[in-house]
């Protein structure tokens, strides 16, 4: 009984990630979004896991071009 209740918290705990994630799709954010968001955070500045996550996109997107493949472990 205690397994099943650890697993029923589990998975409660993982959809209120996605939930407040903001991201559309259930994407998880990934290392590039995760950096803007601390580097924001440190800096004092509040910024939304969305924006950071247009905000990587873009990073991926110009280096992609500068450099003809994409950072690797970004989605």
């Known amino acids: ?7 029923n918290n589990m998975q409660d705990g993982n959809n209120a ?4 994630g ?3 799709g259930g994407e998880k954010p990934d ?3 995760k950096g803007i968001q601390d580097a924001s955070d440190k800096a004092g500045v509040n910024i939304s896991q969305k924006n950071a996550d247009t905000a990587g996109d873009f990073v991926n997107k110009e ?3 500068k450099e ?5 472990g970004v989605h």
Not at 17 to 20: E, G, H, L, V
Request: no cysteine; glycine share 12%; net charge negative.
């Open 17 to 20: 990630q996605f939930n407040q």
């Open 1 to 7: 009984m205690s397994d099943n209740w650890n697993n």
């Open 31 to 33: 290392w590039l979004d």
């Open 63 to 65: 280096f992609e071009k």
């Open 22 to 24: 903001g991201q559309q």
């Open 68 to 72: 003809g493949f994409g950072l690797p």
